[in-house]
């Protein structure tokens, strides 16, 4: 019993900890902003399904052999694009499962806390001893390790840490893909707007003159859309160097932030 006071002391302590624990860390929005910035993924499902269907927009536009050639290539870009799209979807569903461990509710258990009410005594007499009041501590101990923002961050600094080396190395290739989608691109344009050109400077014949519009006007709007095409290119690039960027500075950020937090506790239980 000479041990009971101390032990009341250790209780109080805990529930006091376990109060702090409520409110979630501050970097989960970041957590959270990270996982729902999925702009840069469509875009490359978009780009790659334009990267897809070039044979079909070469088509009206190709000899007899460059039409064999392109028909070989299409065949090639069909077979991997099911490889491709898993690349594209394995990213997604990662971010999808980080933003639900990072939502703020996520490790919410004060409910549970709450009803744990208040430090327990030992009542011999009763039936409940100090081997009791010392279970009823261990208990909360384990519980508190469920709880709040110290687990979560915990959690996210494994998953984030874990994550990121095959995160950045599918990253990566997507972006390699869509500098290759951007030369297949300049290359489709050069054919396209190529035959276009020579054509106009064959088309000469006044009973050619509305055929010369026609193609003039096409010629313009096909220059545009590969003008756009590549700009999309580059933004997408661009989105994903940055997606690679912030994940691989968060995951160092909690990965610190727990190491202090374990640092700490260990020098906390120095005398």
Known sequence: MSSLPARLGAIACLLLMLSGCASPPADLAQVRALAASGDALNAFGELARRHVDSYQRLRPYLSPAEEARERQLDAGRRAAQADVARVAQAVRLYLQALGRLAHADAYDIAPELAGAGTAIRAWPGSGIDDRHVSAYTVLLQQLSRLAGGASQQARLAQVLRDGDPPLQTLLAALGHLLMLYDKSGDNERDMVLGLLEMDLAY?????????????????????????????????????????????????????????????AANAAKRP
């Open 203 to 263: 088309a000469d014949a006044p009973q050619q003159r509305l055929l010369v519009v026609l193609a003039k006007t096409l010629q313009q709007s096909k220059s545009e859309e590969y003008r756009l095409a590549g700009l999309r290119h580059t933004l997408a690039r661009r989105q994903l160097a940055q997606m690679a960027r912030e994940h691989a500075r968060l995951a160092a950020a909690y990965t610190e932030a727990i190491w202090t937090d374990h640092q």
